[in-house]
């Protein structure tokens, strides 16, 4: 149990460090070098750094600006999320910063922007949900949408921070002008989907209804080569007017395949539904967090 602990653990910080990396990257990268503000505290560090580069050479660097303004945010998590999401976000805070620090400045699109808002947009979203699929954030407006999403639980995180950063954006127009404002919305854009995606993605699960006469059998075999739990579902055919039992069963993506061939060999006659399912939480899937 112990050794399981500290594997669950290393991973944990695995995607923390790599999700931040691949923010860093697409701020760096992609939207300093073209001054795009895509929201969220870097990119009002953005704003700060040009705008305090007419006193200091270069400007206030992004990863400072990072720190300083995520420590109100941090102390207002305590009060919401506790001292475990405390820890959590203090860890990829402080590892954006770094990676924001370490991470040179280097215009990799070369000034083409439409390229800057799509893999900006494509880095940053996968950056952003491996941070989020830890139930983490970086601090900065996502902390705040994760706060937020704490009492309006049927809004996602994503959802919750486009429109902060959509506020942020706009203001970016003031300082960088209409058309990098725009570019930078598209960018928005994508990171949001990119990063709902990855949220929704490592939940999805398939969910299978089959009709059978030879139900009792399937239903043994599913959860002897599948180790799946299948639910009984008195119906009747309105056909024939026979009293029947419909098999209720979810299952992983992967698992789909073999259970309908499992189904195809008992009862090739077998009448399957198969449907997508969002969430899936209980015993051999996600465990229920409250």
């Not at 931040?20 to 701020?27: D, K, P, Q, R």
Request: net charge positive; charged share 20%; glycine share 8%.
């Amino acid at each position: 149990m112990e050794k399981f602990t500290s594997t669950s653990k290393l991973n944990h910080y695995i995607l923390l460090i790599l999700g931040t990396i691949l923010m860093a990257i697409s701020v760096n990268l992609v939207y300093d070098p073209l001054e795009m503000v895509t929201g969220g505290v870097t990119g009002l560090a953005i704003v700060i750094k040009k705008v305090s580069s007419i006193w200091i050479k270069d400007g206030i660097p992004i990863w400072l600006t990072n720190i300083v303004l995520n420590i109100p945010l941090l102390i207002a998590a305590v009060l919401v999320r506790g001292k475990t999401f405390l820890k959590n976000t203090l860890f990829a805070t402080v590892s954006l910063s770094i990676a924001l620090y370490i991470i040179p400045t280097y215009d990799i699109v070369y000034q083409d922007y439409l390229l800057a808002a799509v893999f900006g947009g494509l880095i940053g979203g996968v950056g952003l949900g491996l941070v989020f699929v830890t139930l983490s954030s970086t601090g900065g407006t996502d902390l705040l949408a994760m706060i937020i999403n704490k009492y309006k639980p049927y809004y996602s995180v994503p959802q919750i921070l486009i429109v902060i950063d959509g506020i942020i954006v706009l203001a970016g127009v003031i300082s960088f002008g209409v058309t990098k404002a725009l570019y930078a919305i598209i960018a928005v854009y994508i990171t949001t989907k990119v990063s709902d995606s990855i949220l929704e993605g490592l939940k999805f699960a398939k969910m299978a209804y089959v009709i059978s006469d030879y139900y009792d059998e399937i239903a043994k075999q599913i959860m002897k080569d599948l180790d799946r739990g299948v639910t009984g579902v008195s119906a009747t055919g309105m056909y024939s007017n026979k009293d029947k039992k419909m098999l209720f069963c979810v299952v992983s993506k992967k698992e789909i395949v073999e259970l309908t061939e499992i189904v195809a060999k008992i009862d090739p006659r077998a009448f399957i539904i198969v449907s997508d399912v969002r969430e899936v939480m209980g015993e051999g899937f996600r465990e229920y967090r409250q």
